[in-house]
């Protein structure tokens, strides 16, 4: 009984240290360096693979306290950058992203829950081209540590990919995909490095 009593209290305190921790830490900084929206897209017979280079975020995260936890991105869309210049003039134009009038997208989350394993689903809205959708960001948590180069700091992680559907946001008419040049499927890689001072 006495051991039963014993595993239990060492069970509770050792919950208590991990909640007491994260919720120390719950704010992060995107390490920008080490943070990056990637997108590849198919060209005729090839892959488009790019990036947006300018971009903030935010975000809280306590796997003991997801109700609190949160996370916003805002990119810069004339950012974007596929190694080819005159590409990416093209894609910053109103045939795409119209970055003069629609300088920003932006996801705002409203809610984060745990799937399985290191996996969670991160609900919010997606808003691009000056309109707002529903959107789910598969992402898996990989973990946080000391940061092994920052004194002070700890380092945490999330990586995630998933595929959109660009006319269904409007980037783009649907001539380029009609024509065979340009894909409507873009598969997304979301990498995020998050530090804090502790």
Request: negative net charge.
């Amino acid at each position: 009984m006495k051991r039963t009593a014993m595993v239990v209290m060492v069970a509770v305190v050792g919950v208590m240290l991990t909640t007491s921790c994260f919720a120390v830490n719950r704010s992060w900084q995107i390490d920008q360096g080490h943070t990056g929206f990637y997108f590849t897209v198919d060209h005729i017979f090839s892959k488009v693979r790019g990036h947006f280079g300018e971009f903030t975020g935010k975000i809280k995260f306590d796997p003991a306290n997801l109700e609190e936890s949160s996370m916003q991105f805002v990119i810069q869309t004339k950012s974007i950058d596929t190694n080819l210049p005159k590409r990416d003039k093209h894609l910053q134009s109103e045939d795409f992203f119209d970055a003069a009038n629609y300088p920003e997208m932006t996801f705002t989350s409203e809610s984060i829950t745990l799937v399985e394993g290191s996996t969670y689903a991160v609900k919010g809205t997606f808003t691009v081209k000056g309109k707002s959708y529903d959107l789910t960001l598969p992402l898996v948590f990989t973990g946080v540590r000391d940061h092994p180069m920052q004194k002070d700091s700890e380092v945490a992680g999330f990586n995630g990919s998933l595929i959109l559907d660009r006319l269904v946001y409007k980037v783009g008419d649907g001539k380029f995909f009609d024509y065979g040049v340009v894909g409507k499927d873009v598969d997304v890689l979301i990498t995020l490095e998050m530090l804090h001072k502790k």
